[in-house]
């Protein structure tokens, strides 16, 4: 059973950029998928992007595609969400994702997830 940590979220202005990372305990780490969801309040939670076990398939939601990237050290059992010129829609939990059952990436059907952290951009 897999643990997922997230670090990295927190306040910054419109434009800016943060890197997301989570940490995974437990399982075998390159066997996942893993993916970031983010949820507003009042809205459901969305997908935002996910990577293959391997790391050579990346997928991103429309709406962050040409400013975030996601990214995977298998070796330390990470993966990090790097996210450019933010804007105040990207304001939102963001969540980490894992899951070793091969079902479609953008479902938030993954197995494992974490606790969130919080993402603020101001405008």
């Known amino acids: 059973q897999a643990q997922l940590v997230e670090s990295g979220g927190g306040l910054v202005q419109a434009g800016g950029s943060l890197r997301l990372s989570c940490e995974a305990s437990?399982?075998?780490?390159?066997?996942?998928?893993m993916a970031w969801f983010r949820q507003a309040p009042g809205k459901e939670r969305e997908f935002v992007a996910a990577i293959s076990p391997g790391g050579g398939g990346k997928y991103y939601a429309d709406s962050v595609k040409g400013r975030f990237t996601i990214s995977r050290d298998n070796t330390k059992n990470t993966q990090y969400l790097q996210m450019n010129s933010l804007k105040p829609e990207d304001t939102a939990v963001y969540y980490c994702?894992?899951?070793?059952?091969?079902?479609?990436?953008?479902?938030?059907?993954?197995?494992?997830w974490g606790q969130g952290t919080q993402v603020t951009v101001s405008s």
């Open positions: 994702a894992a899951d070793n059952r091969g079902n479609s990436y953008a479902s938030p059907s993954y197995r494992y």
């Open positions: 437990g399982g075998t780490f390159n066997n996942y998928a």
